[in-house]
């Protein structure tokens, strides 16, 4: 049986490895590398590339698709712009208006990775709960399954309530003409934007805005935030190998 992703388009591709699978690998990668085994890139690149998660992660690698770091760098943008604004004469109501707004927007990447991280977890919690099953009672294992099913779904609200404030907070600052429209871009699906590494080496001023359909997708918005998932395992073993090579690593949390 095919499974049919949003990333595809309407195209189907053949069943890979789960993404619940994929996670707990990666879970267990991670505590290798923690207690010194060496592991490197393309190894853990290679068990996220054969799951379902896959094709999100190479689009939001390949600049097919908003990532973290086209929300924090438009987030940083937007807040330099609004200092300026708080330069000038304006009422009391409208200066606290501006304020609260931009404290909407700041530590919000943080805050998506955050819920990102925990709906994760929260789906890699059905491996282990099936690895354990034939140690429970029936009543045990279909409240586990009931409590974890309840996880996932507050952790993927929260993952999309965190996405919504970041997009409707820059929309809020266009409509008050802090932010003007030459630099804005709206993501659509299989547009190229700059990659998370052109955004590295060449900051941009440009605010980038996730497409309406997007933030009302829910099954979009879930492999969006493990695909993000899957590029910050890759950036941890990234972090690991430099380090070995007595090198500075980038920071591995990108959403800072």
């Known amino acids: 049986m095919s499974i049919e992703s949003p990333w595809h388009h309407g195209t189907p591709r053949p069943p890979h490895e789960t993404i619940e699978k994929t996670l707990a690998k990666l879970h267990s990668i991670k505590q290798q590398a923690h207690y010194g085994h060496a592991m490197e890139r393309g190894d853990i690149e290679r068990v996220i590339r054969a799951s379902e998660g896959g094709t999100a992660f190479e689009k939001h690698e390949n600049g097919e ?45 943080a805050a998506i990775m955050d819920s990102a991280r925990r709906y994760a977890m929260s789906v890699e919690e059905f491996v282990h709960i099936r690895e354990k099953k034939k140690e429970m009672t029936p009543g045990e294992l279909e409240q586990a399954l009931e409590s974890t099913d309840h996880a996932r779904r507050r952790n993927h609200d929260a993952l999309i309530e965190a996405l919504q404030i970041y997009d409707n907070t820059a929309r809020w600052f266009i409509d008050e003409g802090c932010v003007v ?30 497409p309406p359909a997007f933030l009302a997708d829910r099954d979009m918005i879930r492999e969006w935030g493990i695909a993000e998932v899957f590029r910050e395992s890759v950036s941890l073993i990234e972090a690991e190998e430099a380090l070995a090579h007595g090198e500075l690593p980038k920071s591995a949390d990108r959403s800072l």
């Open 65 to 109: 698709a908003l990532t973290i770091e086209h929300i924090v760098s438009s987030s940083a943008n937007i807040s330099r712009l609004v200092e300026a604004e708080l330069q000038k004469n304006m009422t009391p109501e409208e200066r606290k208006d501006l304020e609260a707004h931009r404290n909407l927007l700041v530590g919000r990447a």
């Open 181 to 210: 429209e030459d630099d804005v871009r709206q993501w659509r699906l299989g547009a190229h934007v700059p990659t998370p590494d052109d955004l590295l080496e060449q900051p941009s001023r440009l605010i980038y805005l996730f």
